[in-house]
């Protein structure tokens, strides 16, 4: 696992190796959309592994112990839709009591700016980490859109997973949000002149529910 302050790639060789076969253009609609939950439960681990912990007093067949268990109120994912419902899927199946929350963005062709058609999120968001999710952070225009959104609604511990990232959208998001980390499978090389990441994987949504 490669680390900096703002952003984790994590290396582990099972996410390489499913991240490989969800590149290749071979690769079925329903093959995607199998790897790409099972890569967002690896993900998850580690986006989660800082969780606080407390401890609460139960009965083993054996003996009573103090064991360990997640403390504070139960956290928040949130979607961007429609791509994150694929890692979303993943993740809460790792902490199935999170809340769940939606932002609905689309990028615009031209401009490559994000529009906002949808926003439907959990109460008392600054009392919950908040793990946003989104398959692709390219360049950073829609991310930085829902983090601008999710910190209005009072959100304050934010931290956004996505399966690949360019370095541009890196970049917009640590110049916009210093405070979110990010973790992602692989760091690719750059954007072309659509906006979309190289080498890539293709547009996620549209591999995702076989709409191109």
Do not use: W
Request: net charge negative; glycine share 8%.
């Amino acid at each position: 696992m490669t680390a900096n302050p703002h952003l984790t790639i994590v290396d582990h060789p099972l996410v390489q190796h499913k991240l490989t076969i969800m590149r290749d253009k071979g690769t079925s609609t329903k093959g995607f959309r199998q790897l790409l939950k099972e890569i967002s439960l690896l993900l998850g681990y580690e986006i989660l592994r800082d969780l606080p912990i407390t401890t609460t007093t139960i009965d083993t067949p054996m003996e009573e112990m103090e064991a360990p268990t997640l403390a504070g109120k139960k956290l928040v994912l949130v979607s961007i839709l429609r791509a994150g419902n694929g890692l979303l899927e993943g993740i809460h199946d790792l902490v199935p009591s999170a809340r769940v929350g939606y932002v609905g963005l689309y990028r615009d062709e031209e401009t490559l700016k994000p529009v906002q058609y949808y926003f439907k999120v959990p109460s008392d968001l600054g009392d919950r980490p908040v793990i946003v999710v989104d398959p692709m952070l390219a360049t950073g225009n829609s991310t930085v859109a829902a983090v601008d959104l999710l910190k209005e609604a009072g959100a304050k511990d934010i931290r956004f997973l996505c399966l690949l990232a360019a370095p541009e959208g890196v970049a917009r998001m640590a110049e916009a949000h210093p405070d979110v980390p990010i973790v992602t499978a692989a760091l690719d090389r750059q954007l072309n002149d659509k906006g979309y990441i190289l080498p890539g994987l293709g547009d996620a949504g549209d591999r995702m529910f076989g709409t191109k």
